[in-house]
């Protein structure tokens, strides 16, 4: 079943070199469909021809190592998610070689109703060294290694990254339905403690939106974007903007990157669920207080902390030093043991 699409379309960029995507659409930390990036590579090439040529290309690197790939079946209509009551997923994982999964894909095409085969994030340098170098990144440098996404038409649920990604669609075409970061109290997220595939995902339906139950998300649709990719596209994903992806062919293979620029000392995510313990159930004056703390220590709404201090006394409202960082570590270990 295909999504909807909103209104609003990511804008399109052709030509974009390494320099272009540095200087103008890196910066703007807003999707962007780069309209044949890829079309050149040898892999998009061989997914023109067949998609046993494509195959045939990917099992020129594959080394026999073990991957993951998980299946899903008809029933659930190649949606990977939680099952009914959320004790778990509706799709089992199993390992495999790359070649394996490969044949077992190309031997689905013809079912009427197949179940939903996918290996997802499929590291190049572990299970196809070698494909890096024969299709390079034009925009990224080769220790932004790329991750394979193979399988037929599925549908991997809204979640976000805490990375900048560039997704290359190598075959078949890709449906992207995005949501900025700002539409997150929208979203219904799902548990940060039991996720289907690692990121928290949102609990609404894109395809089917139950707006009785989720009646924010129509806050969210307004603020959403579409990408349609086709084999040789590529979309650049901001860090933490919310995606849907669906693949709308029966055999389907797309290359992506993350990186990213920051060089974070501890981890966001982890720093948030410490101050939900800390900070969410206090009472709301209390809470006020500390929306002000944050907003002068963490997030700078004015000068920035510690300006008004010699540099060698500023301690945490500075620049954080490995030696910093470690004693910041020592400090919250110790608070958490508690």
Same mark, same amino acid.
């Given at each position: ?25 890196? +910066?703007? /930390? ?12 040898? /892999?998009?090439? /061989? ?52 070649? @394996? $999964?490969?044949?077992?894909? =190309? /031997? ?6 197949? +179940? ?7 590291? #190049? ?8 170098? *024969? ?20 549908? $991997?649920?809204?979640?976000? &990254? ?6 290359? @669609?190598? *075959? ?26 690692? +990121? +928290? $995902? ?50 389907? $293979? ?7 620029? !920051? ?5 966001? =995510?982890? !720093?948030?669920?410490? *101050? ?18 944050? &907003? ?10 510690? *300006?008004?201090?010699? #540099? ?10 490995? !030696? ?7 400090? =919250? ?6």
């Amino acid at each position: 079943m295909s999504s909807p699409v909103p209104d609003r379309r990511t804008p399109e960029f052709r030509n974009v070199t390494a320099e272009t995507f540095r200087t103008d659409i890196l +910066p703007a /930390a807003r999707p962007a469909i780069l309209r044949g990036l890829v079309a050149d590579w040898p /892999a998009v090439q /061989a997914g023109l021809k067949s998609p046993e040529a494509l195959a045939d290309h990917i099992r020129g690197f594959d080394t026999g190592a073990p991957v993951r790939f998980a299946e899903a079946p008809p029933e659930v209509d190649g949606r990977f998610f939680y099952n009914d009551g959320m004790t778990g997923v509706n799709f089992t994982q199993s390992e495999s070689t790359v070649g @394996a $999964v490969l044949d077992r894909l =190309l /031997a689905l095409r013809d079912q009427d109703a197949p +179940p939903a085969v996918a290996m997802q994030s499929v590291p #190049e340098p572990q299970a196809l060294p070698g494909f890096a170098r *024969a299709n390079p990144s034009p925009l990224l440098g080769e220790d932004v290694f790329p991750r394979l996404w193979i399988g037929n038409a599925a549908t $991997v649920h809204t979640h976000h &990254d805490m990375n900048d990604n560039i997704a290359c @669609a190598v *075959a078949g075409r890709r449906r992207f339905i995005l949501f900025p970061p700002d539409q997150t109290r929208n979203l219904y997220i799902g548990p940060f403690e039991r996720t289907p595939a690692g +990121p +928290p $995902v949102s609990m609404v339906s894109v395809v089917e939106p139950d707006y009785e139950r989720h009646p924010r998300f129509a806050d969210a649709w307004a603020a959403a974007e579409s990408a349609d990719l086709a084999p040789g596209d590529a979309l650049f994903i901001p860090y933490m903007w919310w995606h849907h992806v669906q693949s709308l062919d029966r055999f389907s $293979v797309l290359v992506n990157y993350w990186w990213n620029e !920051a060089q974070m000392q501890a981890g966001p =995510l982890e !720093a948030m669920i410490h *101050a939900m313990l800390g900070i969410r159930d206090l009472p709301p004056s209390q809470r006020e207080t500390w929306r002000a703390m944050f &907003d002068a220590f963490v997030f700078e709404a004015d000068d920035p902390p510690g *300006a008004h201090l010699p #540099e060698d006394k500023r301690g945490v409202q500075g620049r954080l030093t490995p !030696a910093a960082v470690a004693q910041v570590r020592q400090i =919250l270990a110790r608070t958490l043991a508690n």
